[in-house]
């Protein structure tokens, strides 16, 4: 089996959560910029004296496909180099993944990984 890890993190964190990834062995992903909200909430921005609230924030998604075994550390190695221990450190979600296709050579399962 495989599953999808889609970690959604601060954007200043990719390069360090790309480099901790590589190290552990992970090198396919894809990475989107996404703009949220959860418990940081936003926050209050002046424009030319008017206040305006900003509650979607700009984020980034990476979506990693893994073995089963391996979600434990993928998970571990996204989480130590993401954490900053404040509000909007982020999510990371893990998904069943019915199938995979290999769209050059059309393996599928675990050999399409």
Do not use: W
Not at 97 to 105: F, G, L, Q, Y
């Amino acid at each position: 089996m495989v599953k999808k890890i889609e970690a959604v993190i601060r954007p200043e964190k990719l390069e360090e959560v790309k480099d901790a990834l590589n190290r552990y062995g992970i090198h396919g992903m894809t990475v989107t910029q996404v703009v949220g909200c959860g418990l940081q909430k936003g926050r209050i921005g002046v424009y030319r004296g008017h206040e305006y609230s900003i509650n979607l924030l700009p984020k980034v998604k990476i979506e990693i496909v893994v073995r089963d075994s391996r979600v434990d550390g993928v998970v571990e190695v996204i989480t130590g180099a993401a954490r900053t221990g404040a509000i909007g450190d982020g999510k990371i979600f893990i998904l069943p993944v019915e199938d995979a296709v290999r769209i050059r050579t059309g393996e599928s399962g675990d050999e399409a990984l």
